[in-house]
């Protein structure tokens, strides 16, 4: 009796919107990831980067395999997430290449990484040139990462139209994802064949479809598994791997002798952001699936290859995997939202519309402006995804030779990059998450609102004149875009307040290097952010605690090329008493400035601040700038820096009162009686700033530690774990990486085991994520290749690794095992 080929597709789509500031092209700190610095960071810690080291672990919870899951499963990762991980979390974006090369070798030369339109746009609800721009993009952005070409791509939330699908099979896209409930019917592929309709998701889930086309294109439909899908994302399958394993494997038809494939299809979030040790779960459902000899896991580019689809589908147009309504959720009240109650997204329409609107009047002036620049303005736009990746000068250069309509001026290339920017910001400004959720003044909506701000911005300098009326259309449409709560008002109120706010010229940025300044030494050239400062002069006159900064500066924005000279001063009084002020300089103004100069460092030395102020009112014309105006992230450090000395002087204070007291502390707590409040809140600030500080300090004074933590069970105060953990973990993976750097440094092992027993007296559990997986890349390289090392040393080096390890939370004896049998297998 024949054996029915039975294969499994697990797919990941990761993705977080772009939350970059655009003028400053980073994201900038947000506190409600903390303890992380951002909520990219904090995603990637929960999520993206356990995906590449995932767990499987024994009864007592000890690691017995890391793996990594991408080189299983099915994915994608949203390009601009990517770029991100590539600078921000090179480890995670190196793991992520490695799964996808990994998955080639193990799936016929088909890669398990699919493309996905370039930043989340709701493509049925997009131009025509805008879709062209973003499946290129995707593609290009793909073979930046990977080094070959898509077969599939991922549509945001699966939106799909046949004009959509159409142009992804005209540009080499084999197959896609949609949900099933977005079949509307199917036939087999031969002439005469009847259709069968697809009502309430009906459709044959099992095997792929293809739709074609007039044009004589056609593409593959994979439709995942709903059932199972939504199982996972909302229904608590994560919880256990073996039941997520059994799950998938009941997507199969009992009974069928014919090739099929059941496929699920989840935010990539689900395993480890959404369900903490998701990851852990998937990992433990892979290795069951692998080792089932019923079935066999796949990628939809494999399964394709194997056995091309036998019948053809049409799709129910406008429709996604997370609206019920089709498309409405990105531009109407549907009905669809995060289920705040009472409250309604009639604001979407008001939206879009604006946006739209924008993005229409745009077209004739980018045409226009354009044609005087480039031989074809549209495909320089699509090409220009190349730049966005690689922003050297040779890069720009490069792309200008080659779409330019002539030798460009200087003024001529600056526009010209500034036309392109503002088209890469209006296609920003669509990210499909500025109408998912439930409030326009949310911050994924006040994001794209931000970058139509650019566009304006950018409209203004390329188009002049013209731009003018942008504006006040835009915000005529936003003041219709009511929210839902009263104090933000309507969204032009949230743009004025939120938004404008935020914009930038390039006197802000002379303003914060300037302010910066007094509180960091800059070399004579320095980046800040995408912006480039070049120093003409600087000198500091200091009498008592007053400071007078004046300086030079040169300042070009390393996107756009936009540049500009500025002249500056900066009055510090110590603290946050700091003023500053700035104006546009050139080589005209020289003996102006040094005539100034001299004034002021005159007064400064007569101690004559209030002359110095009025001089600086006089030459400037207003003192404006002050530690508010600095970028958010270096405010924050800045502040930190002035606050420490008072910190330290509470903490100091706190800990006084806390050791005085003690003895009366501890005897109530163990009379069970009650504690006064404020003796209660000295002893929690004491002792925990107390274990920071240990866990802080190199080497660790493990006397102390346990005297604190000894304090801390006695008096029942509650330690901050998330934190103290945070820092232990921060720890450990310095000792680890200094031991890998060191190459079989016996000293380096002392310490990093050293420091891993002390972890180990800790009331609570140190997340060592990052330490396991560094002890694992140590194990896998060899204990041959710690040429350092004589024979008794590497001795000493395998037992105390080894202990290493199992201070570590690792089944060293398992791993070895595991080791043995492969070893054996491969003889």
């Excluded at 040790?277 to 896991?297: F, I, P, Q, T, W």
């Excluded at 929210?483 to 008002?489: D, K, L, T, V």
């Excluded at 920071?692 to 801390?712: C, F, G, H, N, Q």
Aim: net charge negative.
């Amino acid at each position: 009796m024949a054996v029915s080929k039975r294969f499994v597709c697990i797919h990941g789509h990761f993705y977080q919107p772009p939350r970059e500031n655009p003028w400053l092209e980073t994201v900038e700190i947000q506190d409600s990831a903390a303890p992380f610095h951002d909520w990219n960071e904090r995603i990637c810690a929960e999520c993206y980067a356990t995906n590449g080291a995932a767990r499987i672990v024994n009864t007592k919870n000890q690691i017995i395999r890391i793996v990594n899951n991408y080189a299983r499963i099915s994915f994608n990762f949203g390009p601009t997430l990517l770029s991100w991980l590539k600078e921000k979390a090179p480890r995670t974006y190196r793991m992520v290449q490695d799964g996808e090369r990994r998955s080639r070798k193990t799936f016929a030369g088909h890669s398990s990484a699919m493309a996905q339109v370039y930043n989340h746009i709701i493509m049925p609800l997009a131009s025509e040139q805008d879709r062209i721009t973003q499946i290129r993009w995707g593609i290009a952005d793909y073979e930046q990462h990977y080094g070959i070409k898509p077969e599939g791509m991922w549509l945001a939330e699966t939106a799909a139209d046949n004009r959509s699908l159409e142009l992804m099979a005209r540009h080499g896209i084999k197959f896609t994802v949609l949900a099933p409930h977005q079949c509307k019917r199917f036939r087999l592929l031969k002439d005469g064949a009847q259709w069968t309709d697809t009502p309430d998701a009906t459709v044959d889930t099992t095997r792929p479809y293809l739709m074609k086309f007039p044009s004589g294109d056609s593409i593959a439909i994979f439709f995942y598994n709903g059932p199972n899908s939504r199982a996972i994302a909302f229904e608590g399958l994560l919880n256990s791997g073996e039941n997520l394993a059994n799950r998938i494997k009941s997507g199969f038809k009992e009974g069928s002798i014919a090739p099929q494939m059941t496929s699920v299809a989840t935010d990539g979030e689900s395993y480890g952001h959404h369900h903490r040790h998701g990851e852990m779960a998937l990992a433990y459902a892979l290795s069951l699936l692998e080792r089932d000899k019923n079935v066999n896991l796949t990628n939809y580019g494999c399964f394709l290859d194997k056995f091309p689809p036998e019948y053809e589908c049409e799709i129910v147009e406008n429709t996604s995997w997370s609206c019920a309504h089709g498309v409405e959720r990105w531009r109407s009240d549907c009905g669809c939202n995060g289920g705040h109650q009472g409250w309604n997204q009639a604001w979407r329409a008001p939206l879009r519309k604006s946006l739209d609107d924008l993005r229409d009047a745009l077209v004739p002036m980018t045409e226009s402006a354009g044609a005087k620049l480039f031989t074809d303005v549209w495909a320089a736009r699509d090409a220009y995804i190349q730049v966005i990746l690689n922003r050297s000068p040779e890069s720009v250069n490069g792309f200008l030779d080659k779409f330019a309509s002539h030798p460009l001026s200087g003024d001529e290339h600056m526009r010209a990059l500034q036309l392109m920017e503002l088209q890469r910001n209006a296609l920003l400004m669509y990210t499909s998450c500025g109408w998912f959720f439930d409030d326009i003044s949310g911050i994924e909506t006040v994001q794209i609102i931000a970058y139509a701000a650019r566009v304006l911005q950018l409209a203004e300098r390329v188009f002049g004149d013209l731009a003018r009326p942008l504006e006040p259309a835009f915000l005529g449409n936003l003041f219709f875009a009511r929210s839902n709560n009263p104090e933000a008002g309507d969204g032009a109120q949230i743009y004025r307040a939120c938004v404008k706010s935020k914009e930038l010229r390039l006197e802000q940025v002379a303003a914060h290097y300037a302010i910066t300044s007094i509180f960091s030494s800059f070399p004579d050239e320095t980046d800040i952010y995408c912006y480039h400062v070049r120093r003409i002069s600087y000198d500091i006159f200091t009498s008592g605690r007053g400071r007078l900064a004046l300086g030079r500066a040169h300042i070009a924005s390393t996107i756009t090329g936009h540049q500009d000279s500025f002249s500056f001063a900066v009055l510090h009084f110590g603290d946050q008493n700091i003023s500053a002020a700035v104006k546009r300089y050139d080589e005209e103004d020289e003996a102006g400035f040094a005539a100034f100069q001299e004034q002021a460092a005159d007064l400064v030395q007569r101690a004559d601040f209030p002359g110095v102020i009025r001089l600086l009112d006089q030459y400037y014309g207003k003192v404006d700038y002050s530690l508010t105006s600095l970028f958010t992230d270096e405010q924050r450090r800045i502040v930190q820096l002035i606050l420490n000395s008072t910190l330290w002087d509470i903490e100091s204070s706190l800990t006084s009162i806390y050791q005085d007291h003690a003895s009366l502390l501890h005897y109530l707590s163990q009379a069970g009686l009650p504690k006064p409040p404020a003796l209660t809140l000295a002893a929690g600030f004491a002792v925990n700033a107390g274990v920071r500080r240990v866990l802080e300090t190199d080497p660790i004074d493990l006397a102390k530690l346990r005297s604190y933590l000894w304090m801390a069970k006695a008096d029942q105060i509650q330690l901050e774990s998330a934190t103290l953990s945070y820092i232990a973990d921060q720890r450990m993976k310095r000792a680890m990486v200094e031991l890998q750097m060191s190459r079989g440094s016996l000293e380096m092992l002392d310490r990093a085991l050293a420091l891993a027993h002390t972890f180990l007296e800790l009331p609570f559990e140190p997340h060592l994520w990052q330490a396991q997986n560094i002890w694992y890349e140590i194990l896998r390289g060899g204990i041959e290749k710690l040429s350092s090392l004589d024979a008794e040393g590497a001795k000493r080096w395998k037992r105390d690794f080894r202990e290493l390890g199992t201070c570590l939370s690792i089944d060293c004896a398992a791993i070895e095992a595991q080791d043995t049998a492969k070893s054996a297998a491969a003889d």
